[in-house]
């Protein structure tokens, strides 16, 4: 059923599809009783079996097959159903003898749809983020809360997925039905994720987090530029300090963009840098677009473009060559002299050309 759900869909078959769930629905006359309310009975039915499931790999099968089902029967009011089952298999203390690929396989699609079905997929993430993986980062004790398929190994999973779900809800919040003031609530709850996702890099300091960082920042970005900006346009003159706020937290993560850029090239990680030109031209693209709609709107004056240090993932300044042989000679030197300065204040202009442009907003 699973892998053969385009058959099962078409309407020859949607016949047999009811049978099927019928058969959880007891003694009910199929005619009284329509498709998606059948489906409704046997989804239900079918979840019960989770408490009883040997491994990881068997609770993938169980969720892939609630999935069928509510996509073939249109029984959409069951998707928080699926997420929140998604979330206690998540939290299973889980022992078989899957393979790596296929335990992160598994993992990535329960965590899909505990997010993307969820009520509220961003407080899905967030909670994740606030709590669960610093839990995992200090090895904290286990309770009944915790989502145990988490762990340093598993955590590349984690953020991929997250990453991932964070940029299609922000492709959602521009066409939904809320009021214009909700959406940019949701703009400004996306955003601070953002940010903390972003921290988690910091944190664990791994090379392939950092490498779904810079392939995910960079599609936030386009996405944030595409669906958002445009929104933000109609929004400026009658929400300008809330608009203003939202850029100011994303500048947070724009900003810790530029030093895992940077990070990158200094490590020459070909893995890590070949993710570097299109999220720099995203940048880039996102600096000019912000400064564009100020403009239009005569709020020059809380956008000013500086130059940014060299960091690395935790903030430390990297010092280029030219400003390490400066150091060097002012060391050697017993007193300053005027043509010591000249070449000081020489070097610091060519360390320009290794600085990158960004985002700063004033209130003022």
Not at 136 to 162: F, G, N
Not at 253 to 259: G, V
Request: aromatic share 6%.
């Amino acid at each position: 059923m699973i892998w053969h759900q385009s058959k099962l869909s078409q309407p020859d078959n949607l016949k047999i599809l009811k049978d099927f769930c019928m058969a959880f629905n007891g003694s009910a006359d199929s005619h009284q009783v329509t498709l998606e309310q059948a489906a409704k009975t046997a989804i239900r039915y079918v979840g019960t079996f989770s408490v009883c499931l040997p491994n990881l790999s068997c609770a993938h099968v169980l969720v892939k097959t609630l999935v069928v089902l509510i996509n073939i029967t249109k029984a959409v009011a069951l998707k928080d159903f699926v997420a929140e089952l998604s979330g206690k298999l998540l939290k299973k203390c889980w022992q078989g003898d899957e393979t790596t690929q296929q335990r992160n396989e598994a993992i990535s699609y329960l965590l899909k749809y505990h997010v993307a079905w969820s009520n509220d997929g961003l407080e899905k993430i967030e909670v994740i983020c606030a709590n669960a993986i610093p839990a995992t980062l200090e090895e904290a004790e286990v309770d009944d809360d915790k989502y145990q398929s988490l762990s340093s190994q598993t955590l590349p999973c984690y953020y991929r997925v997250m990453m991932a779900e964070l940029v299609n809800h922000l492709k959602t919040v521009r066409a939904s039905s809320e009021e214009d003031s909700q959406k940019l609530m949701q703009l400004e709850i996306s955003a601070r994720i953002l940010c903390m996702m972003i921290q988690v890099v910091k944190a664990f300091d791994k090379r392939s987090v950092l490498g779904i960082a810079l392939r995910c920042g960079q599609q936030y970005v386009d996405t944030f530029l595409k669906c958002s900006m445009p929104f933000l346009d109609t929004q400026f003159r009658n929400n300008k300090d809330e608009v203003l706020q939202l850029l100011k937290s994303l500048q947070q993560s724009t900003r810790s963009m530029q030093h895992f850029c940077t990070h990158s090239k200094v490590h020459q990680d070909v893995t890590l840098t070949q993710h570097v030109p299109a999220l720099k031209k995203s940048l880039e693209r996102l600096l000019f677009r912000v400064k564009d709609m100020l403009c239009k709107h005569d709020c020059e004056g809380a956008f000013w473009i500086g130059n940014l240090k060299n960091r690395d993932l935790q903030g430390n300044e990297i010092l280029s060559q030219s400003q390490s042989v400066v150091n060097v000679t002012n060391q050697e030197s017993c007193a300053p002299s005027e043509e010591g300065d000249k070449v000081s204040s020489s070097c610091s202009e060519q360390v320009v050309d290794d600085v990158d442009e960004i985002l700063s907003l004033d209130e003022e």
